[in-house]
């Protein structure tokens, strides 16, 4: 790999910036400086800039128990976002795998691999995915027997894949739903005549929020935990 590039893959500076920091004398292989952008290096190379050692970032798997009023967007001038939470290295190469509302709380993956997330995320996949919700009105007894259905929301040409529906108390449940619409579980329950007043995400596929994993934390996926997520 050229030695430009390395330093771009480790450091988030653009091709031109890194150029610039060779010819400026900054950057030594194995304890020589280096002045051309074309060098090679390799695995057992050591690259240092400006006196801190380099290595290339692999792809990350994260999980963050999202707090309310926090953002699922690279950036917004009205709100914090998600990524304000994280202290990573170039944390512009991640994103979100899906998003939650402003004010839905619980468990959100972040990662910088694309196909992983796509596999995650996409439709065609059904991934479920468990939310508590509390609602404003008590929940109707045929509530879980209308989202097992499916409901017709408004906009939509096709209902919604069966959901399940289970009651906690009279204004709570756990819902698990097989798709990511917008805003999908506040219109299923504004289409049965209630309102969602909290929302919180507990679980993706057989994926669970810790317990130990207070709101606004995050940590980086085990491999145990990616294989459920596999499944």
């Known amino acids: 790999m050229r030695l430009d590039k390395f330093i771009c893959d480790c450091t988030g500076l653009t091709r031109s910036q890194a150029g610039k920091a060779i010819r400026q004398k900054l950057v030594s292989i194995n304890g020589d400086v280096v002045k051309q952008a074309a060098r090679q290096v390799s695995d057992s190379d050591q690259v240092v800039l400006d006196g801190k050692p380099l290595a290339i970032i692999g792809l990350r798997y994260l999980m963050l128990h999202k707090p309310a009023g926090f953002l ?33 709380t619980g468990l959100l993956l972040l990662t910088d691999d694309g196909k992983w997330s796509h596999r995650i995320s996409s439709p065609k996949h059904h991934i479920a995915k468990t939310y508590r919700v509390w609602t404003a009105d008590p929940i109707g007894d045929d509530a879980a027997r209308l989202f097992a259905e499916g409901i017709m929301l408004r906009g939509e040409q096709d209902p919604t894949l069966p959901a399940e529906l289970e009651l906690v108390t009279e204004h709570e449940a756990l819902l698990t739903i097989h798709e990511g619409r917008y805003h999908q579980v506040k219109r299923m329950f504004a289409a049965i005549g209630n309102k969602v ?31 459920l997520l596999a499944k």
């Open 197 to 227: 007043e909290q929302l919180h995400r507990e679980k993706i596929g057989g994926l669970q929020l810790p317990d130990d994993l207070a709101e606004g934390e995050y940590r980086a996926l085990t491999a145990a935990e990616l294989e």
């Open 72 to 104: 699922c967007a690279n950036d917004d001038p009205d709100h914090p976002i998600v990524f304000n939470l994280l202290n990573e290295p170039i944390v512009e190469r991640l994103h979100t795998v899906g998003r939650l509302d402003l004010d839905t």
